[in-house]
Every structure is written in C-alpha cells, then in structure tokens.
C-alpha cells in the first residue's frame, strides 16, 4: 500500500470578534495547500468582542481546540520553543495585528525557521485604507478579497515606500450557496411568499433618528406588501458584540413599533437567510456581496444619501444604489458586471474556487523554504515613535514588542476573583455603550 501524501499542517487562527473569526477559520482552510490534513486551533482574543458560545454557534465554524486569550498569552504560547504551527492568521483589527505582529517578531528573534503569518479584511474595505493597511504590514500575506482591493493595497504600500509583495488577491472565504435562478419566484415550493431581508449592521447608521427611520420604512414595505415576508435579520442579541458597538439594537427600536404579522426578526448564518431571500437590501453589509454572488437581486440603499460615513460609497457603480420609495414601487436592481467582477464575486463556474490558488501556491513555497526572513513590519520606533508606542501599550506591550511588567500568565488559569472581575467590567462596559452613553449624547444634543 502506498504511503499516504497528505502533509498535516498545524494553524492557529487569532480573532476578536465572531465575524473574524469567521473570516479567518474558513480563510486558513481556503488557502491552505492541497492534500493538506490541517489542525485548526483557534485563539479569541479577550476583549469587548469576544465572541460568546452562541455566536459561536451561529458563525458554524468547528476547530479542533478553542480558548479565550489575551495577546501577551497568545504570543508566549506561540514563542514557546516546542510550538508546533506552520501557519498563523491574524483575523483582528489594525492595532492588534500590529501589535501581535511586533510581539511575535520578539518571540521569534534568532530562530532559524518560523511559523508563516497571514493577515487581511473581514469584509468591505470603505474606511480608514491607509492606516488599516499599514497596521496590517509586515505579515508574509496581506490578503485582498478582490480585484480591486488588491490594486488599492499595493498603491498604498508602494505609495509609503513599504514593500508591497505581500498583497496576495484572494476572494472573500465565505460566498457559496445556491445560485438565485434556482430559487426564483418561478422555481419556489408552493406557499414560501416573496421574502425581503434587511441585512442590519450594529454601527451603520448611528444615530436613532436614521435608525429608527430604517425600521420604519421596513415596517411600511411590510404593511404595503402583505403578500411578502419582510426579515429584519439582526447580527447579534441585546448584550452580545460583534466586529463594532451597537449602541441602538433594533431589538429595542422595534419594541415601541407596530409591525404587521408579515414582519419578523431573525438571526442565525446569513448563508441560510439568503436561501430563502427573493431581494437583499442593506446599507453596506458584505452581505450584499454574498447575495450578488448568488445573484440574488440586491439593493444598497440610498435614502440616508450615498456617503463615506455610511460605507455605502463602496458600491458606486455597482447599479444596486437605490432608495426606499424605488423598492416600495417594485424596482429591482441590475448589477453592472464589470463593478462585480472587480469584487470578486458572481464568479462564473469554478472561478470563485480558483481564486485561492495565488495565496496557495505561495503558502506551499514559503513553507517548503529552509526559512523565512525576520517580520518586518513599516512601523518602528523610527518610524512611527509618536504612535506605535501607544499601540503596543494597548496590548501590554514594550516599544520592543517583548511583554511588560505584570503581563497575565499564560500558564494557569485565571483566579476566580480576576473572572469576576473580568465578567463584571465586560458587563459594566456593554451597559455604557448602549444604556448610558446614548442618554449622555442625548443631553449633549440638548
């Protein structure tokens, strides 16, 4: 019997959030070599985010071992002489990235071979380019969902003097699904109606004046059109974070509304929500782009005006901009393809899969080197000595990336009285973010 060619490769995926980590477990799969056997072990970084066992759930994503970190403790594990991972993906936000970037080159300095780390976006890039991108140098990767994305990644780096030879063009690790042609008004089972879903975001817009004019234009297609189920579908319960603050859950705006018996929320994997959607409408959720992979028709809506503090400027030529009375009338949008194609999305028969294959083969060479050369991140306190003190700070970090005093241990667990406390200032900061600093913003409008 022949030997088997399957190599095991270990990867550990570091994320803050249930969206990242999302992003970054299906990413370490996507671009992981062919007959790869892999062993994921996820890390969560500790913080407002930090998923719970629900989201968990929800986002569907199994590792074989799961557990709650802090940096200092992700990067004593990773620098430990007998750790054991070829390939790390840092799914957090810039700073952390930046942050953990710096830690690891400290905790590797002198060894003759390394893990490889890999860093990129969850979503939509529409906001913060040059300093998100920047923040993210220095991995071996920086992955770019599309076309477009990659373009804009290396001018910025070039544009700075970095180098820019780690940009690597993927596709977002999630599209998938049924095409819509198969779930067409022609095509559904007898009974399912006409299914319109808002896809919310918990920062997008902020106030509850747009907010709640949101909810209430949805309401109202609910009422206009009682032959369709209209879906309000939420990202997180009261209580919980996501990837942003959500300061005005739905959940409580919907309370002092009277939506009709057609009118519903819901949650769960937005994967299973577009099975059963006929129209997509959102400000500016990546989830319009995994309804326009599936050809589902989409709108991103242009009531609140079409503006960078939306993110909905992203869509631009995408012919999906379009405003509430439009849909109420029964417009349905038509994508232009070009802008699609540059997304990386609506990929023609097995072109969504190939998409992968750059990021795999340069995975597949810098793994078989003899070594990967020291990580270099732009920022150094040379470079930036009045900002990334600060940011390696935020994470109990030197300006040499080596750990400060007092940094928690890694090697047991937490004393009761520090997860009491934890629980508690998890529970304190949450009650702030959507309970007292609205009624403070509020008073300050006053």
Known sequence: MPASTTKSLRVAVLADSDTRWKWGSLTANRISPAESDIRLDGFLLRGRATPTPRQLEEVGVRADSLREV????????????????????????????????????????????????????????YEKLADGLLLRHGADLVLANSRQDADRFRAVYEGVGADAGSVTEVALPFLGGAAYTEND???????????????????????????????????????????REVLLKLRSRP??????????????????????????LVYGHMGEVLDRTDLLVTISSTAALESLHRRIPTVVLSDLGVREALGNHHFVGSGCLASWDQLDAGHRPVPDARWVARQGVAAEGGAYETAFDTARTR????????????????????????????????????????????????????????????????????????????????????
């Open 239 to 264: 209580g919980e974070h996501t990837t942003h603050i959500e300061e005005l859950p739905y959940q409580k705006l919907v309370q002092k509304a009277d939506p009709p018996a057609n009118f519903r």
């Open 185 to 227: 008004p022609s095509a559904r089972q007898a009974g399912r109606p006409y299914t319109v879903v808002f896809a919310a975001q918990p920062s997008v817009p902020e106030s509850r004046k747009d907010r709640t004019y949101l909810l209430d234009r949805l309401i109202g297609h609910a009422r206009l059109h009682p032959d």
């Open 363 to 446: 995975i597949t060479g810098l793994l078989a080197a003899d070594g990967l050369p020291p990580l270099a991140p732009y920022y150094t306190p040379v470079t930036a000595p009045g900002y990334l003190p600060g940011i390696l700070a935020r994470h109990h970090l030197g300006p040499d990336g080596s750990p400060l005093p007092g940094a928690p241990a890694a090697d047991r667990e937490p004393s009761p009285v520090r997860q009491f406390v934890r629980k508690a200032a998890r529970g304190a900061y949450r009650h702030g973010v959507q309970r007292v600093a609205p009624v403070i913003r509020r008073m300050g409008e006053l």
């Open 70 to 125: 802090t940096a200092v403790e992700f990067l004593r594990e990773l620098g430990k002489e007998d750790s054991v991972y070829d390939v790390v993906v840092l799914a957090l936000v810039g700073g952390a990235v930046q942050a953990v970037l710096h830690g690891l080159s400290r905790a590797w300095e002198g060894r003759a071979k390394r893990p490889l780390v890999v860093t990129g976006y969850v979503g939509v890039v």
